[in-house]
């Protein structure tokens, strides 16, 4: 079983839909949980964290976390044709020390207009 | 504020030669992370540097290595390449402390032929 987990795609929406993106760990030691958007040929680019239960809102985008059912999620409102990316799922466990993470494989995101 | 940098962005590199890859972090940011990402394996943890030590190594061969400088910048060696290493090798800074937000430079693509 993999750590990260994560629907590879590609998950295809119409523009002004909302994309939801799901991401499950295995580690309980999880406590910091981040979502980049990697363009193809490009770098990933941070565009939401989260540490607490709950949702998070920023913007167009809202991630959810549930610790208890290890499930994190990014919700995408009025997706854009802009919006289309891969999304990677990012998890920073209590157990390591300092910044390193573990990602998942990626889901790729399509938005048709 | 500028981003992280890193050199050179391309690399054709031959099997059993070395390679060198240099990042500089955002301003102000002391812990550097490298990572490595394939089409295959996805985004795997390399090693982090902060204070100029090691204080997180990934599942690599003895081959990967790195050092961090006193003003933070950061490289990474590879010896003795082999095809299997051909991937974009990205470097990520964050600040200091409890905040665990990462931010990617452009990466280096490196080709072994």
Avoid at chain 2, 27 to 41: A, E, L
Wanted: overall charge positive; hydrophobic content about 25%; some cysteine.
């Amino acid at each position: 079983q993999k750590e990260v987990e994560q629907n590879s795609g590609p998950l295809s929406v119409p523009e002004g839909a909302i994309a939801s993106l799901n991401c499950t760990y295995s580690d309980r030691g999880s406590q910091s949980f981040f979502w980049y958007r990697q363009y193809s040929g490009k770098s990933p680019e941070l565009i939401m964290f989260i540490y607490s239960n709950g949702d998070k809102e920023d913007g167009r985008f809202t991630a959810q976390l549930n610790k208890a059912s290890q499930y994190v999620s990014l919700l995408i409102r009025d997706s854009q044709p802009s919006d289309s990316a891969t999304y990677l799922c990012a998890v920073k466990s209590i157990y390591n020390q300092g910044g390193k993470l573990i990602f998942g494989q990626g889901t790729e995101l399509s938005v048709k207009p | 504020k500028a981003g992280v940098t890193q050199t050179p962005r391309y690399l054709i590199k031959t099997r059993g030669q070395q390679v060198t890859l240099s990042c500089s972090p955002i301003s102000g940011h002391r812990s550097v992370s490298w990572y490595q990402q394939t089409p295959g394996q996805g985004l795997q943890f390399l090693f982090e540097y902060f204070s100029e030590t090691q204080r997180n190594k990934g599942n690599f061969p003895g081959r990967f290595s790195g050092r961090q400088f006193s003003n933070s910048r950061s490289e990474m060696n590879v010896s003795t390449l082999e095809l299997g290493d051909s991937a974009l090798y990205l470097c990520a800074s964050k600040q200091y402390g409890e905040v665990y937000e990462q931010y990617f430079g452009p990466g280096t693509r490196l080709t072994v032929t």
